[in-house]
């Protein structure tokens, strides 16, 4: 009589278990990147919640690593990403990008627009612009790849992703 009410208790959770795996995945939602717009240096760029502009991009190679620094004019408009407003959730979304390899997101130190270093943690809506921002990747990383480097700025508008890219050669 036990082992029918054990197995019996089995079968109910085993059927609500796949009803809810049912329910909860009946929907599902890709917020992944839906296209890769590619911008130039200088190029004013309107994206939903952020004005930015990429004064410049410096790569240089050295011989363990690669390395780029990035200037950018960053205008908040209300940008909201993974949990984060304003400028520290734009810097969070930013890349040194290496396709079909790996991507590496900003150092922690940013030089803000009067030549003083501040942690990417600390940033607001009032630090002073442009933002010289540093980023590190492998040099063998670098060197085995198929499409040229990039830096990369993902924008969310709600649906998805928008990837801002400004080709590095």
Not at 15 to 22: H, I, K, S
Not at 40 to 46: A, L, P, R
Request: one cysteine or more; glycine letters at 8%.
């Amino acid at each position: 009589m036990k082992r029918k009410v054990w197995l019996a208790a089995a079968i109910v959770l085993c059927v609500l278990a796949g009803l809810r795996y049912w329910q909860v995945n009946a929907n599902p939602v890709c917020c992944g990147v839906d296209k890769e717009i590619f911008v130039k240096k200088g190029q004013e760029v309107h994206a939903p919640g952020i004005d930015f502009k990429i004064l410049s991009a410096k790569m240089v190679k050295g011989k363990e690593n690669v390395y780029l620094t990035v200037k950018v004019d960053l205008k908040d408009r209300g940008y909201y990403a993974d949990g984060k407003h304003g400028i520290i959730a734009v810097v969070n979304n930013m890349y040194f990008n290496m396709p079909y390899s790996i991507s590496n997101s900003s150092n922690n130190v940013a030089i803000d627009g009067r030549g003083h270093k501040i942690s990417t943690w600390n940033l607001t809506n009032k630090t002073p612009q442009p933002l010289t921002l540093t980023f590190t990747n492998l040099r063998d990383w670098y060197d085995t790849e198929n499409a040229p480097a990039r830096f990369s700025f993902l924008v969310g508008d709600g649906n998805g992703y928008k990837k801002y890219s400004l080709l590095l050669e």
